[in-house]
T-cell receptor, first 111, second 116 residues
Framework: QKEVEQNSGPLSVPEGAIASLNCTYSDRGSQSFFWYRQYSGKSPELIMF????GDKEDGRFTAQLNKASQYVSLLIRDSQPSDSATYLC???????????FGAGTTVTVRA | GAVVSQHPSWVICKSGTSVKIECRSLDFQATTMFWYRQFPKQSLMLMAT?????????EQGVEKDKFLINHASLTLSTLTVTSAHPEDSSFYIC????????????FGNGTRLTVT
């Protein structure tokens, strides 16, 4: 089993809709969870991080964490064409500061 | 804040030559930096953890003699790809944390290496 798994996509949503991205992880000891956005040919940029169960909102982005179920999700509200990118879920390796990345979900927002 | 600068952004070299990539934290000190490699349409793979003032820690399967890492100061880490081969062509990205423990990683802009 991979340490971090994401729905592979691609995910296509119309402009203005909500894009929902899911991520599951295998290590119950993981404590830190991150979402990165990566445009084609560019390096990842941090979108959100979450450490506690529940929801965390930042602008149009909401991260949701459920440690009992070992999943973390990202919602993008009012999706814009500029949100079209690959979204990477990253989880820390328990008792370590290293991050393990999922394969990414490619999102396309249709104008 | 939390700017990580990486240079060069792209490089083309011939087989057998060496290439050095620099990673700098511009507005913070980074005792630890991380080097990743990404092949097309694949996710990031951690190559090594660069520790200021000590030897780098390499992930399994990464040749330490081929990918030389030097973390000479709190703001600079370098990755040298020695005796490059076409299969080393990839997107190399460095990253650093602003704090310790579980603080987020901030990435440099990456270096696209093409070995001919």
């Amino acid at each position: 089993q991979k340490e971090v798994e994401q729905n592979s996509g691609p995910l296509s949503v119309p402009e203005g809709a909500i894009a929902s991205l899911n991520c599951t992880y295998s290590d119950r000891g993981s404590q830190s969870f991150f979402w990165y956005r990566q445009y084609s040919g560019k390096s990842p940029e941090l979108i959100m991080f979450i450490y506690s169960n529940g929801d965390k909102e930042d602008g149009r982005f909401t991260a949701q964490l459920n440690k009992a179920s070992q999943y973390v999700s990202l919602l993008i509200r009012d999706s814009q064409p500029s949100d079209s990118a690959t979204y990477l879920c990253a989880v820390n390796v328990a008792n370590d500061y290293k991050l393990s990345f999922g394969a990414g979900t490619t999102v396309t927002v249709r104008a | 804040g939390a700017v990580v600068s990486q240079h060069p952004s792209w490089v083309i070299c011939k087989s057998g030559t060496s290439v050095k990539i620099e990673c700098r934290s511009l507005d913070f000190q980074a005792t630890t930096m991380f080097w990743y490699r990404q092949f097309p349409k694949q996710s990031l793979m951690l190559m090594a953890t660069s520790n200021e003032g000590s030897k780098a820690t390499y992930e399994q399967g990464v040749e330490k003699d081929k990918f030389l890492i030097n973390h000479a100061s709190l703001t600079l880490s370098t990755l040298t790809v020695t005796s490059a081969h076409p299969e080393d062509s990839s997107f190399y990205i460095c990253s650093a944390q602003t704090g310790r423990g579980n603080s987020p990683l901030h990435f440099g802009n990456g270096t696209r290496l093409t070995v001919t």
